[in-house]
Each structure stands twice: as structure tokens, then as C-alpha cells.
């Protein structure tokens, strides 16, 4: 932990004269953009295997018809179809999986007073004015909801909220342009029980981001923003193919 803590401290002492009592901030915000670009290869191929999924569904459409009273022998049929073509169901995983060390490591840096026994000097850096440690309910503990730690949160939730709403959106076109991806290939049913339950649910699920900066630390709400909003651009750009018809899935990206 202390090393980490040196690394962000220094990190932010190189961005002071731009930042200056942002800059750790700053820092935040470029070790997160650091940590995506390292993932981006995984995100690259979760794109990839979904794509290989989707093209893979009028494939799994018939063994559903072929075993469809025998769910055992469905199963063994669908994971053997998926080794035959080497598409992973788990892919999609793996990005957010090898996020979550450094999002944690920030979490606790910024939630514990002191760092290797000595105080935690990072507590003391701000983004604007609203000091890296602290909560929304801090905040509004203080000047209220417009003073001007206040103003940094709402900024924030204006971010989201904009962020939030672009995946909503986009999400209702993939739905619209490709209907039966939430259900299954041939239209007889769910592939999986309550996935079409489950899909209405989904382009609702960024709006949870304002939550999560609402009650965690600045610090860490700021890693959460920055990761949520390369994010939607990722996928815009990885995930373009769902907005085409079903039949182009075939395509290569």
C-alpha cells in the first residue's frame, strides 16, 4: 500500500504545476486511463468472443430444437459447439476482473488515515474543493448540496448521468436492431430462463453508477467516472456491429 501511495504521490507532485492542489486528482484520472489501455487487448478480444457467440446462435437454435427435452445434453451440446468454434462464454469477464485490484488499492489509499504508519498525506489533496477523501455526505455536511464541495459532486453526477444515458440509448438500439438476442435465436423461447426479464433491466444499469459515487470516497468515485466513461466510448467503438442487422454479424469487426 505504501508503495502505491508513493507512486500517486510523485505521480501527482510531476502534475502540480499544471494541476496544482488538483493534481493528485489529475493523477487519478491519468493511472486510470493507464489501467484501461492495459486491459484494452482483454476488452478487444470480450468483443471479439460476443461477436463469435452472436454468430454462433442459429448454430445453438438447433441443438436447442434437437435436445429440446433433454436440458443435460443441451448444455454438454452448447459448451462442446463453443470449443469446437474455441469461443469462450467467459471472455467478457476478464476486463473487469483485472480492474478491480487497482480499483480497490485506490479505495483503501484514500479510506485509511494513515499509510505504513504515518499519516496519510493524501487525504490532503482536493479536487477543486472537495478534498479526495471524503464523501458526498460530507459535503453536504458542510456547505450543502451548492456550496462548493458540493458543486464537485454535482458536477460528477452531471458526468454520469450524461454517460449513463448514452449507454441507455445505445443499448435500446442494439435491443431494437436485434430483437432476439434476448430471447433465443429461433424466437421459441428464452435461452436462458429470465434472460429476456433480465435484458429490459440492463440499459439501466449505469444509472447504479451514481450510487457508487454518491457513498465512496472522491478518490475512488473519480476512478469509477474516468473507467465508466471510457467505457461507453470503448464500446461504442468495439460494439458497433450490434447496431448492424443480425445477418452482418458474421462480419469481421
Known sequence: MSAFASLVGHLADL??????????????????AFVRLLVHPLSRAAARGQK?????????????KRHAKDPKKLQ??????????KVSPLSGCFP????LPAFFLLYHLFSNPEIGGEANGLL???LFAAPLGDRWADAL???????AAGLVY??????????????YRRMKRVMAVNPMSVGSADGGGEAVPGLASAAKFMPFMSFFTLFSVAVMPLAAALYMVTSTTWSA?????????QLAPQASTQSST
Open 96 to 99: 473487469s476482473l483485472f480492474q
Open 76 to 85: 454438454q451440446a452448447v459448451m462442446a459447439l463453443h470449443a469446437e468454434e
Open 141 to 147: 455536511g458542510g456547505d450543502g448540496i451548492f456550496g
Open 124 to 126: 490532503t489533496h482536493r
Open 15 to 32: 502534475l502540480q504545476p499544471l494541476f496544482h492542489t488538483s493534481s493528485a486528482a489529475a493523477a487519478i484520472v491519468l493511472f486510470t
Open 52 to 64: 463469435a457467440r452472436a454468430a454462433l446462435q442459429p448454430k445453438v437454435a438447433e441443438l436447442r
Open 154 to 167: 454535482v458536477g460528477l453526477f452531471v458526468l454520469v448521468s450524461a454517460v449513463a444515458t448514452f449507454n
Open 233 to 241: 466510448v470503448e464500446r461504442a467503438v468495439l460494439y458497433r456491429w
